[in-house]
């Protein structure tokens, strides 16, 4: 109910709701983290960004999201299309299982002829991305590392489980290797069907970044399970990170507290600037989820802000920063999952550091030190026969101290 009023633009009786609810349930881990975050929640509602965005794709009878680029388009994941030789639906939602589509927005505006191969393609395919094998039930989304050279795609089990009467599959992670156009799986060793593992995003340096509620994610509660006459941990789905060198996986760390909530963070994306692009419904998330930033240096994430966010769930968020161009996921418009196109200023900001005396005679040769205060990297600078330094590219909202000798 909480969470149904932020979602329904019904925020201003949270205060109300979160104190009737404590009287209640005092003990109750999710609603005093609820509570917590109002002072965050009432900033995020007001708060705006220099996003632009606009519908990407239209047109669908199904539902859409998780948008990468690939090639001339884009990979996604969708439900419209049934890709089985027998009708398959998917019991929790009566749509079709989720496929990874490809879509090529100039292709699209295109007209084939019958003795075309494209218009057959488009009659038996329905746009399937057809270069790995799909599963029985969901697939996607999918990544890619900033080479190509690897593939992650979510994918689900063959195991079911039960809550009550509802059967599920929990998620997995599968990883492939890519040459050219062959992808080969290889294998993710902290996978398990007792929790789920997913949404993966790769950085440069071969850091791995996924969503997973398995053990030693943050306690979201407690609820009682009538098999074992016991109760049950109940983690929240937390992001954590793994390292992939020479064909050898690090053993997964949880991200700290400055990322993880007991609330859900789904849908991380690392992007080329070592920024991390998360999907929270914490954080004083305006409804559902919101999209947060992260630069990893142990301060509390950045709520991006309207019109990026929304009182849906707002998620897949991916970009290109040189450009200032990408895609997010949202359920904004009658709560069905759509992609759309966003465009934001791109900060550029360079720094050349030009040494003199008192007297305004050229330093030469001298060492620069210039330190981050926001994460306290520290970059050598030396000047050269002006007394000039090469133009260092500085980041947004960070601060800096130079020292010379």
């Known amino acids: 109910y909480l969470h149904a009023l932020k979602l329904t633009g019904l925020g201003a009786r949270l205060y109300n709701a979160l104190d009737s609810a404590l009287n209640t349930n005092p003990e109750s881990i999710q609603i005093q983290s609820l509570q917590q975050q109002l002072d965050a929640y009432r900033n995020n509602v007001s708060n705006t960004s220099e996003y632009v965005v606009r519908s990407y794709k239209k047109g669908s009878e199904g539902e859409e999201y998780g948008a990468f680029p690939y090639k001339t388009g884009i990979l996604f994941v969708s439900n419209e299309f049934n890709h089985n030789a027998i009708n398959r639906n998917y019991p929790r939602t009566g749509q079709f299982y989720s496929d990874i589509a490809f ?111 398995r053990p030693g994610s943050m306690i979201a509660g407690y609820e009682f399970n009538a098999k074992t006459n016991k109760m049950d941990t109940v983690y929240s789905a937390d992001i954590w990170k793994t390292t992939f060198k020479e064909g050898t996986w690090s053993v997964p760390e949880r991200l700290g507290t400055d990322i993880n909530t007991v609330g859900d963070e789904l849908f991380p994306y690392i992007s080329s600037w070592g920024v991390l692009y998360f999907s929270s419904n914490a954080w004083g998330s305006m409804g559902g989820l919101d999209i947060f930033s992260s630069e990893l240096t142990g301060k509390n994430p950045e709520h991006i802000g309207a019109p990026l966010n929304s009182t849906s769930d707002d998620f897949s968020y991916f970009v290109d920063e040189e450009t200032g161009k990408g895609f997010l996921s949202t359920n904004r418009e009658q709560f069905v999952d759509r992609i759309y196109a966003f465009s934001k200023p791109v900060f550029k900001s360079d720094l050349m550091v030009n040494l003199r005396n008192c007297k305004g005679k050229v330093i030469k040769n001298a060492t620069i030190l210039m330190t981050d205060l926001n994460n306290n990297e520290v970059t050598e600078l030396v000047t050269d026969e002006n007394g000039a330094t090469e133009p260092i590219t500085l980041k947004k909202n960070h601060e800096y101290k130079l020292v010379y000798y």
């Open 103 to 213: 879509y090529d927005s100039l292709k699209a505006l295109e007209n084939y002829t019958f003795f075309q191969k494209p218009y057959w393609s488009n009659i038996l395919h329905k746009n399937l991305w057809q270069d790995i094998d799909r599963t029985r039930a969901h697939d996607g989304p999918i990544s890619f590392s900033a080479d190509k050279s690897l593939a992650f795609v979510t994918s689900n089990f063959d195991e079911k489980d039960k809550t009550d009467t509802v059967k599920f599959r929990r998620l997995q992670l599968r990883v492939y290797s890519v040459t050219g156009d062959e992808f080969s799986e290889i294998a993710f060793p902290f996978n398990s069907p007792q929790f789920n593992t997913g949404h993966a995003t790769m950085d440069g340096e071969g850091n791995v970044y996924f969503a997973s509620d």
